[in-house]
T-cell receptor, first 115, second 116 residues
């Protein structure tokens, strides 16, 4: 079946603008994750959604970052007032449930460049 | 806190040679360990994982890894490298039990180059 999809694949924006990144998880997966991959910091966890539970936002780097998941499916990561240090590849992943051993399936990522 | 160290940001081997990518972890609870591979401009793909039971785990594409608790290691090996193995490899450990258990903590990655 279809894997995790993300859009756009590339986004170039100017410093100070807001951006929205979209993630479509695998159908039936209740858990959804956002990670950020950058040269300086490697792969970092950002936020986690599991069913109707309150999301784990412990990895969000600042209050300019937010995410929502509508209807337990599609998720949007929003970055307000973008800064150059936000430039990175943003990866979304989903899993059948939120257990420690469950495989996370990753999307191809959105490459964000902030000029 | 959980952490992962991958020794060697770049590893180069000849086609047909043994591949060994090193991973050491730190965990205050019994760890769940993962190896992911990332091909250029693609997302991460799971190679193999260790949760409980047999400490030698086999994955896709001929890779395997052995969990050694005494050495806090989870090194990835493949007996004979193929050109298609060229990619970046990430070792990861799952978070602590309870809140945060599901997030993955990744190492910095090892870029594997295969020489013809």
């Amino acid at each position: 079946g279809a894997g995790v999809s993300q859009s756009p694949s590339n986004k170039v924006t100017e410093k100070g603008k807001d951006v929205e990144l979209r993630c479509d998880p695998i159908s039936g997966h209740t858990a959804l994750y956002w990670y950020r991959q950058s040269l300086g910091q490697g792969l970092e966890f950002l936020i986690y959604f599991q069913g109707n539970s309150a999301p784990d936002k412990s990895g969000l780097p600042s209050d300019r970052f937010s995410a929502e998941r509508t209807g337990g499916s599609v998720s949007t990561l929003t970055i307000q007032r973008t800064q150059q240090e936000d430039s990175a590849v943003y990866l979304c992943a989903s899993s059948r449930s939120g257990g420690r051993s469950n495989e996370q399936f990753f999307g191809p990522g959105t490459r964000l460049t902030v000029l | 806190a959980q952490s992962v160290t991958q020794l060697g940001s770049h590893v180069s081997v000849s086609e047909g040679a043994l591949v060994l990518l090193r991973c050491n972890y730190s965990s205050s609870v019994p760890p769940y360990l993962f190896w992911y591979v990332q091909y250029p401009n693609q997302g991460l793909q799971l190679l193999l994982k260790y949760t409980t039971g047999a400490t030698l785990v086999k994955g896709i594409n001929g890779f395997e890894a052995e969990f050694k608790k005494s050495e806090t290691s989870f090194h990835l090996t493949k007996p004979s490298a193929h050109m298609s193995d060229a990619a970046e490899y990430f070792c990861a450990v799952s978070g602590l039990r309870g809140q945060g258990a599901q997030k993955l903590v990744f190492g910095q990655g090892t870029r594997l180059t295969i020489n013809p």
